[in-house]
């Protein structure tokens, strides 16, 4: 069974830095790219980070560009998103996603992340 859970989001200051975890089982962790998704309260989600399976090419939304980090550990079938100078403008349930192609593609639950003072 496939599964994939987040974990590491909560209540954090403005200028503040989370890092969230996305484990995964139930398939071939490092046959997959992974991306993280985040969707705001009213708001479409929207793509925020990807990385290929074996780290090859890396990309960031714009808007978290220089602030978060995405790296993974095919080791420990675990994908990360350092999360630094954190904006209220980031406050949403974070998803990650693994892909392998379009009709394969696994989503986790999601974990909140609130940017607030």
């Known amino acids: 069974q496939v599964n994939l859970v987040e974990s590491g989001g909560g209540l954090v200051q403005p200028g503040g830095a989370l890092r969230l975890s996305c484990m995964g089982s139930?398939?071939?962790?490092?046959?997959?790219?992974m991306r993280w998704y985040r969707q705001a309260p009213g708001k479409e989600r929207e793509w925020v980070a990807g990385?290929?399976?074996?780290?090859?090419?890396?990309k960031y939304a714009d808007s978290v560009k220089g602030r978060f980090t995405i790296s993974r550990d095919n080791g420990k079938g675990t994908v990360y998103l350092q999360m630094n100078s954190l904006e209220p403008e980031d406050t949403a349930v974070y998803y990650c996603?693994?892909?392998?192609?379009?009709?394969?593609?696994?989503w986790g639950k999601g974990t909140l992340v609130t940017v607030s003072s």
């Open positions: 990385i290929t399976a074996l780290n090859e090419v890396i």
């Open positions: 139930g398939f071939i962790f490092s046959h997959y790219a």
């Open positions: 996603n693994a892909y392998l192609r379009g009709d394969i593609s696994f």
